[in-house]
């Protein structure tokens, strides 16, 4: 009989109800709990119903079960919350693992990015150094003609 039970029942047949009954069970900070509410999606919801682990909803599922098929659901929930919180785990692991790999990725673009800003340093001194050295050129080039053009002048005159 439990046997076949287990094999009848599923956990996903919801009966017809309102989506919006208020869980007075379930209390959290922002008040009662909707059915419409996420365990995944809000940390209040989460937290209220790890209290009590079965809804409202889940009650009424349960009140309609035989003895042998309620404590066969009940143990199907229990793995199923199990599972459920197993699943979480890995995803947070997972999480924790790509968050690893962007911290790692984030300090090779700093030390790429000091090293950067480092040959820019380098690069703007070397700039700051060849535009001196064109300044004292052009001076220098400057000086040469304007030596040339007195040269020109004298040796018009003389002639």
């Not at 199907?76 to 979480?88: D, F, G, K, R, Y």
């Not at 790999?101 to 700051?128: A, H, P, S, Y």
Request: proline share 3%; glycine share 4%.
């Amino acid at each position: 009989m439990a046997y076949s039970s287990l094999n009848n029942f599923d956990l996903n047949a919801v009966p017809n109800v309102q989506p919006e009954i208020r869980c007075s069970s379930f209390l959290s900070q922002k008040g009662p709990l909707m059915t419409s509410g996420s365990v995944m999606l809000d940390d209040d919801i989460a937290a209220s119903v790890a209290k009590g682990i079965i809804t409202p909803l889940d009650e009424k599922l349960l009140a309609d079960r035989t003895d042998d098929e309620a404590i066969n659901e009940s143990m199907a929930l229990s793995i199923q919350c199990a599972s459920s919180v197993s699943n979480m785990a890995r995803r947070l692991q997972v999480r924790g693992n790509e968050v690893q790999e962007l911290r790692t990725q984030v300090l090779i673009l700093q030390r790429r990015n000091r090293g950067l800003q480092q040959e820019n340093k380098e690069l703007k001194k070397l700039v700051d150094s060849y535009a001196y050295n064109m300044r004292k050129r052009c001076s220098e080039l400057e000086m040469n003609t304007n030596r040339l053009r007195e040269q020109q002048e004298s040796l018009l005159l003389e002639v």
